[in-house]
């Protein structure tokens, strides 16, 4: 653990400065212990991937005090992970046209500009064809392991052992433009464009399921606006135009109803068994 | 029927124009930024300058000021960045309450200095409270007007406006706005990227203002580019040795994507992100960032946290006195 202030506001942790899940399981389980501690001056609480960070008043707290008793949570994220969370499928359109236009718009700023985005990442993956990459993007789940950037946009990790995560780099220089709702990949990160706008990610293809809805008006994000919550598990199931199109039409009509189930995670389950964890996660999605 | 509310309508918008309060914490842990006036202590002084509770949504408007026609009575007061308020045409002070009547317009002149003007009318702007606050955030097109900057034609409520102030009254030369070329930052988060040399560098330089500096960031060049330290790029992180496994950003935290060219997260911060940062701005000069003007020379300072605290201390008292000339 490596503790850091971020000026006289901020704490600073990394768990580790590589990504794995265990060290997302810490950082969630600390930044758990940290909001039932209720400590007096902390005002935000914000896990990441591999590390977190804590926003505090000094006028109430001491930043020294805020780090001893930041300290004695470390073993809050050294037992076994076990999580109540939720499995929500998200249907994707892989390669539409609208990723497509606004890759080639931008070309000159990637690092194979004679290739598409997927074309480009399934060579670097040593994947055949681009076929072969969604269906290794699509088949197994991934887990929502930040929230942010912008409003409600889920970094996402893949439940695979690390030499099958997929890797791929940002673009050489970042887009001024993504289509809302793109599924993008940089670094072994995917992520879902929650607003339109500046991105440096791969492009994959796009779903016609909102995940941030500031005016509160699609059925299942009138309680809330935003859908992710660091600790959801997501499955990708690739889909034709046919059927973005009348997911985006029943989204419009206000009839689309997510497909979204109740599940239980162990993370020491998942390590002991992935390929058998994964299979148990999907049967309870479509069973 | 009468119209239900004071109005007031915009009749040019600026360059950008939106309204801001103290912002929206909370939702960091969204991507959720806080939001808010990107010099909190003018829009304050603004708005108890006109009789308001201190956190009451005003306007904020950055380098060319909007064309207001008042529907009903108010008053108004414009702090913040030098950009003369005009009153149907003319010249009125800055810092001051003024009284603007049922059909006059309120206009800008150039800008002089600074680069955000505060706008408050008494009674504050009435949009909805969206998760706590009136604060515009135009990238999640969330709070403020319709989650967006203003356009001709908006028409915006206003008040009711608390007990009368005397028109004419104003904030003491000695209280309003400083003008300091100097950031000062406490080094931290991924400062051991960069070799020593590069970060002694970094602070000896003179950056400026780029073109490219909003409410989300205020990027900077100038200056050359940072050595890094050679590493084996941790798993996740990306190839580039300024990428790191993205992590959150803290508000004022210094990013140099590339090692080029740093920007310094604002109010509209992005949450986070797979970019190195070499330090913090400290919270107390947060407000200066936002009344600097693109091309204008700063330098960075290193502090530490008692310099920071400090430095906290002597800006909450500053903002004391503010309060206690405006009571």
């Known amino acids: 653990m490596r503790y850091t202030f971020g000026g006289d506001e901020h704490l600073f942790v990394e768990v580790d400065e590589a990504m794995s899940l265990e060290a ?9 212990a940290v909001r039932d501690s209720r400590i007096r001056g902390v005002t935000e609480i914000c896990p990441a991937n591999a590390s977190f960070q804590i926003k505090f008043d000094p006028d109430v707290i001491a930043p020294g005090d805020l780090l001893k008793e930041l300290k004695s949570l470390e073993g809050a994220g050294a037992g076994g992970a076990e999580l109540k969370t939720r499995i929500i499928e998200m249907p994707v359109f892989y390669d539409d046209p609208w990723t497509r236009e606004t890759l080639m718009r931008f070309r000159e700023r990637h690092q194979d500009p004679e290739a598409t985005d997927l ?3 399934a060579r670097i993956n040593g994947y055949p064809d681009v076929t072969s990459l969604i ?13 942010g950037f912008v409003a409600g946009l889920p970094f996402l990790t893949q439940m695979v052992e690390r030499d099958k995560q997929i890797q791929a780099p940002k673009y050489l220089r970042p887009r001024t433009d993504t289509p809302k709702l793109t599924v993008g990949h940089g670094g072994c990160f995917g992520a879902i464009y929650s607003v339109r706008g500046a991105g440096g990610y791969q492009m994959f293809g796009i779903t016609p399921m909102p995940i941030y809805d500031p005016t509160q008006t699609i059925s299942y994000l009138r309680e809330f606006m ?3 919550r660091p600790g ?10 046919d059927a973005y199109d009348a997911a985006v039409e029943e989204v419009e009509a206000g009839r689309f109803t997510p497909l979204i189930r109740e599940v239980d995670f162990s993370l020491s389950a998942f390590q002991a068994d992935p390929t058998g964890t994964n299979a148990a996660l999907l049967e309870e999605l479509h069973g | 029927m009468a119209e239900a509310a004071s109005m007031i309508e915009i009749v040019k918008p600026g360059l950008s124009t939106t309204v801001q309060d103290l912002g929206r914490p909370g939702y960091y842990h969204l991507g959720i930024p806080l939001s808010g006036a990107m010099d909190r202590k003018s829009l304050i002084a603004a708005n108890l300058l006109v009789g308001n509770k201190e956190g009451a949504a005003g306007l904020e408007a950055v380098f060319l000021g909007p064309e207001i026609r008042f529907h009903a009575d108010a008053t108004v007061a414009v702090t913040g960045a030098e950009m003369p308020p005009k009153v149907d045409g003319v010249e009125r002070p800055g810092w001051t309450a003024l009284a603007v009547r049922a059909g006059q317009v309120l206009s800008f002149g150039f800008l002089k200095a600074g680069a955000r003007a505060y706008i408050a009318v008494s009674g504050g702007i009435d949009v909805p409270v969206v ?21 001709a034609g908006d028409r915006l409520a206003f ?7 005397g028109e004419g009254r104003s904030l003491h030369t000695d209280l309003r706005r400083k003008a300091e070329p100097v950031l000062r930052m406490l080094p931290g988060l991924y400062d051991h990227r960069v070799t020593e040399e590069a970060a002694e560098r970094f602070l000896a330089e003179t950056w400026k203002v780029a073109p490219e500096a909003d409410r989300i960031g205020y990027r900077f060049r100038g200056g050359h580019a940072l ?3 050679p590493r084996e790029p941790p798993f996740g992180a990306g190839s580039d040795p300024s990428n790191i496994v993205d992590s959150c950003y803290p508000y004022g935290s210094i990013q140099v994507p590339g090692g080029t060219e740093p920007i310094v997260l604002h109010r509209d911060a992005v949450s986070g992100g797979g970019y190195f940062m070499i330090g913090t701005v400290i919270a107390a000069d947060m407000d200066l960032i936002g009344q600097l003007q693109p091309h204008q020379p700063v330098h960075f300072a290193r502090t530490d946290m008692a310099g920071a605290l400090a430095a906290r201390a002597e800006n909450a008292g500053r903002l004391a006195r503010i309060r206690d000339a405006l009571a």
Request: hydrophobic share 45%; proline share 7%; net charge positive.
């Open chain 2, 227 to 229: 050595d890094f330290v």
């Open chain 2, 131 to 151: 998760l706590g606050s009136r604060a515009t955030y135009a990238l999640g097109a969330l709070g403020g007007h319709e989650g967006r900057a203003l356009k």
């Open chain 2, 159 to 165: 008040g009711p406006a608390g007990p009368p102030v």
């Open chain 1, 226 to 228: 935003i859908l992710f």
């Open chain 1, 119 to 121: 074309e480009y990442t």
């Open chain 1, 24 to 32: 997302f399981f810490r950082s969630l389980s600390i930044t758990n």
């Open chain 1, 135 to 147: 269906a290794a993007h699509s088949g197994s789940p991934w887990f929502v392991s930040m929230v």
């Open chain 1, 232 to 241: 959801d598990i997501v499955k990708f199931r690739p889909v034709g135009r």
